[in-house]
Each structure stands twice: as C-alpha cells, then as structure tokens.
C-alpha cells in the first residue's frame, strides 16, 4: 500500500499562492493520486485528481513529475475559506480503491 | 456530481444501547463503500469495506461484531454501533464509488456519535 507523507500544517495569507507537496514513494504503476479538503466535523471534499504532468480544474492544479512520487496540489489566491486540512491519497482508481489510507495530512491556516 | 449522504448527521445515545448510521448514494450505484472514523485532530482511520450482497472486510482491530456492516443494496450501506460504549463516541464518515473507470471516492458528510 503506497503511503504519503505531507507536511503537518501550513501558513499562508490571503491572496497567496499555496503549495503544499506529497511524497509518495512507493506509489504503483495503477496508482491515481487524488487530493481531498476537510472542514471540521465534515467529510472529505474531492479537490482533483491525476496520474502524471499537470492537472488544472477551476479550483485548483495539481503537478506530477515524471517519476511520480510525489506531487503538489497549488492553490491559487487562496482566501480565508481555504483554510482546512489537506490530504493526499494513493489509490488503484481502476481497481475500487481497495483500502485507501489517509495519511496525516496538511493543516492549512490562511491568515488575513 | 456524485452525492454520498449520511443520516444521522449526528446522534447522541446512552451507554449499551446500539445506534445505526447509514450511507446512501443518491445518484449513482456503489458496490463498495467504505467506513471511516475520525477522532478529534486526528485523520480518518478506514474502519471496513462493505460490498453489496457479501460480508464486510475489516481492518485488523475493529471488531466485527461490535460495528455491523450491511450492505444490502447497490446505493444503501449501513453501520451500527452495537452496544456502544462512551470510548466509541466519534465522527463516522463513509465514502462510496460510482462504477465508472474515471471517478473518485465521494465521501458523506459524517456522523457524530456521541455515547453519554
């Protein structure tokens, strides 16, 4: 099972960018890597998801070099509401996802 | 998008009674979800996997018969907390996946137990 490992909190101030990396080494040929935000007391909330270069949807982009083991979610002029934890997860998407393992996570703070 | 909803959003019941949470989703068939549990500050800890029409498979050390799983239809998935104990009080959070090749896990909004 791949595991990740994130840093454990970041600042950051309104109207920054905000990038926070992902190591996973262990990653496997079949494995997607999918980005998650959580509120407090709610579940998690899909942010993006990839297998390799560059993946850019409205909220976010999501950068993965050639070697896949690691990868970096880039929030772009982030705003009070951004802050929250952020999980990066390693997963066979085609397989179901068997066991997919949280990690610890990246407690984002965005500050005024 | 793909919606997974939890009901209760929360419950609060009293030392040996059993509390059921389940987990729909609304717009798509799921032949596996999964249950989470989540303490306060901590990440989310993959409790078991449920598939439609066969047991559960839990993760080593959650006891099977304390956390009853059934997974009896293709968008209903249900977890009880048989004869709950205060240590069991936390947020219960499921997730589910539509059957298509490209789409990622949809989780609920979670379930806060509380056992007074």
């Known amino acids: 099972l791949a595991k990740t490992t994130q840093p454990i909190s970041m600042d950051s101030y309104e109207g920054q960018e905000v990038n926070i990396t992902c190591s996973h080494n262990?990653?496997?040929?079949?494995?997607?890597i999918t980005w998650y935000q959580q509120f407090p007391s709610q579940g998690p909330r899909f942010i993006i998801q990839?297998?390799?270069t560059k993946v850019t949807n409205e909220v976010a982009s999501l950068f993965i070099p050639a070697d896949r083991k690691s990868s970096t979610l880039s929030l772009p002029r982030v705003s009070l509401s951004d802050t929250a934890v952020y999980y990066c997860l390693v997963g066979d998407r085609n397989g179901g996802y068997n066991k997919l393992i949280f990690g610890a996570g990246t407690r984002l703070a965005v500050h005024p | 998008g793909a919606v997974v909803s939890q009901h209760p959003s929360w419950v609060i019941c009293k030392s040996g009674t059993s509390v059921k949470i389940e987990c729909r989703s609304l717009?798509?068939?799921?032949?596996?979800m999964f249950w989470y549990r989540q303490f306060p500050k901590q990440s989310l800890m993959l409790m078991a996997t449920?598939?439609?029409?066969?047991?559960?498979?839990?993760e080593q050390g959650v006891e099977k018969d304390k956390f009853l799983i059934n997974h009896a239809s293709l968008t209903l998935s249900t977890l009880t907390v048989t004869s709950a104990h205060p240590e069991d009080s936390s947020f219960y959070i499921c997730?589910?996946?539509?059957?298509?090749?490209?789409?990622?896990?949809?989780f609920g909004n979670g379930t806060r137990l509380t056992v007074t």
């Open positions: 997730s589910a996946r539509e059957w298509k090749g490209n789409s990622p896990l949809h």
């Open positions: 717009d798509f068939q799921a032949t596996t």
């Open positions: 990839g297998y390799k």
């Open positions: 262990n990653i496997a040929t079949n494995d997607y």
């Open positions: 449920s598939n439609e029409g066969s047991k559960a498979t839990y």
